[in-house]
């Protein structure tokens, strides 16, 4: 998704692999040129040594997602929902299998849509213009071709269509400016009302394997903190999980009646065998890219 005008790629892949990312970049780059950073979660394909090479050689800078935080990228998650519930319309319930026919009729309703954060459509934003949709009359210019005057007409429109765009690029950032720091301002006061700090306890929400699975872990202890809402975490025993972790999965531990020092150890020793698990995995495919 480009984040300055809203226009949305999508393409249907039988597997998340490096190549498709490098085959996905090079289809971008020679459609629009190259952009000066990309957002990306941390899966494997995007941390692989081919992509992070390809980066590199074209001064791509690349930005990450915090772990278990997908509001980081909160218009490709809603984009990623809009697009499913497409899907869901197009598909009758014998055509499931055949989703990925409709992906590209999905995007085209989706960029044609008036978006009302910025006023207008996505493909206005990029082309300047509205699209001509399948329903949509177009006249016969070849059987009737347009007069002199009309071709004057038309161009005089286009030029204002130009002109116009500039200025609406500028209000949507501007609109966009504004959404962002009302956000954060929101944001803010609410992490206040918290104080949370380095050497406080806190737990973590946590992705539940069922039901009836715990919804936080912990308690850890806050070893440092960035500017950008992230904390760096440890457990009672000193041991530093390897990826940060954003604010709004954190909440002030409030010890109870049972023995803190034995849930502590708990959660210690399983959160370790966890956190060694991802760096043994993260360190293998980091060499096998690099074979």
């Not at 009302?182 to 069922?210: H, K, M, N, T, W």
């Not at 530093?240 to 909440?251: D, S, V």
Request: glycine content about 4%; charged content about 25%; overall charge negative.
């Amino acid at each position: 998704m480009d984040y300055g005008t809203g226009w949305t790629y999508a393409d249907p892949l039988p597997s998340r692999s490096k190549e498709s990312v490098i085959l996905m970049l090079r289809k971008i780059i020679n459609m629009h040129g190259k952009p000066i950073s990309i957002l990306t979660d941390n899966g494997e394909e995007f941390m692989s040594y081919l992509v992070q090479n390809f980066l590199r050689r074209l001064l791509i800078t690349h930005l990450r997602m915090t772990p278990y935080h997908p509001q980081t990228n909160g218009c490709l998650e809603h984009f990623n929902y809009e697009i499913e519930e497409m899907l869901m319309c197009y598909c009758t319930p014998n055509s499931q299998h055949l989703w990925d026919t409709y992906i590209e009729d999905a995007l085209l309703a989706h960029r044609a849509h008036v978006n009302h954060h910025s006023g207008t459509s996505a493909f206005y934003l990029a082309y300047g213009s509205t699209p001509h949709l399948p329903h949509d009359f177009i006249a016969d210019t070849i059987s009737n071709p347009p007069t002199d005057e009309e071709i004057e007409q038309l161009q005089s429109e286009r030029l204002e269509h130009v002109q116009d765009l500039e200025r609406l690029h500028a209000e949507v950032n501007e609109r966009a400016h504004i959404r962002l720091a009302q956000q954060a301002e929101c944001r803010d006061e609410r992490y206040c009302e918290r104080a949370l700090g380095i050497e406080d306890l806190i737990l973590r929400r946590s992705e539940p394997d069922s039901k009836i699975h715990p919804r936080w872990d912990g308690p850890f202890i806050i070893q440092d903190v960035t500017d950008k809402n992230t904390y760096q975490l440890a457990t009672r025993n000193g041991y530093i999980l390897r990826r940060l972790c954003n604010g709004e999965r954190l909440k002030r531990y409030h010890p109870a009646t049972i023995d803190p020092e034995a849930s502590l150890w708990y959660a210690s020793a399983d959160l370790q065998r966890k956190d060694a698990n991802e760096r043994l995995k993260a360190d293998l495919v980091r060499r096998r890219g690099q074979q």
